[in-house]
């Protein structure tokens, strides 16, 4: 099944339309998943075995990348933050969609140096650079919270998906990192990912509603893919949830179908979300909405880091 690349407003083609047909269908992808460095200068962070294993099952999981005390004081920088009144009604802070817990900051290395630090750490920056293929951006920064006993769940989701049709993200050359904070195990609802599954692209079905992030950074309704898509990918390639103590990293493609569980166990997990996007992907308009969605979720200049 092949979508065909519809042209939208301007001269920006779609290459991946989504919310737009009454079916949901699967696609194989239209981009490279790594892209060679055109100036066979930058560091090379990553041994060609990584490489090979992030273009084939569109992930790696780093442990120990960064050390447990690094983790400790930007756990603790993140329980400062979340105690902050200013924090918590500013609006790049996002609640649960039932109860008053805080569920995620977005564009925290703006909200904080110490995660302005970590967002430009050379270990996370140059394996993105290599992997890109040139300079990279931070698209997006966020922290996620799981508290014990009751951190929320993230459906199945590309992120892709949303950033293409909500953001405007044309090609799929952005990757995300996932720090872990706290150490992740099998139960306290740690990130799941669909190895292969950053080959195909889910066409969704739905028209996303204008402000839809007010709801869907809480509970995604719409850019969900279906059951028998996600039924597919699971056949092709299974399921993995990389485990890890705290400072462990998992590295992942921007269309890599990944989820999450709640927290039912006593163990806290909290994660910093940290995306990179190339230079020479920055934002159009967005492909399936009016507007765009705010900059602290999606960062609009593509500004190379230093
Ligand atoms: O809407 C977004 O941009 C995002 N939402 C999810 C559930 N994952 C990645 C990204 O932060
Ligand atoms: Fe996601």
Known sequence: MTAA??????????????????????????????????????????DAEAVGHFD??????????????????????????????????????????????????????????????????????????????????????????????????FFWHSDFETWHVEDGMPRMRALSFSIALTENNEFNGPLMV?????????????????????QSLRRQEYGVPDRESLRELVERGGIDAPKGPAGSVVLFDCNMMHASGVNLSPYPRSNVFAVYNSVENALVAPFGVEDPRPSYIAAREPVPIA
């Open 194 to 214: 669909i190895p292969g599954s950053h080959h195909w692209y889910v066409a969704c079905v739905g028209k996303t509603p204008e402000r839809h992030y007010e």
């Open 56 to 153: 084939r099952a569109g992930y790696l999981a780093i442990a120990g990348l960064f050390r447990e005390d690094e983790a400790r004081a930007h756990l603790d920088e993140l329980a400062r933050l979340a105690a902050r009144d200013d924090v918590r009604t500013d609006a790049r802070t996002i609640l649960e969609a039932d109860d008053q817990e805080i569920r995620s900051v977005f564009e925290v290395h703006a909200v904080s140096e110490r995660f302005d630090s970590l967002l430009r750490d050379p270990r996370l920056v140059d394996a993105a650079r290599q992997l890109l293929g040139g300079e990279v951006y931070i698209h997006q920064s966020r922290v996620n919270l799981k508290p014990a006993l009751r951190g929320k769940d």
């Open 5 to 46: 690349a519809a042209p939208l407003t301007g001269q920006q083609v779609d290459h991946y339309p989504s919310r737009i047909n009454p079916e949901p269908s699967v696609a194989r992808r239209h981009d490279p998943v790594t892209y060679a460095d055109p100036t066979g200068t930058l560091p090379r962070p990553l």
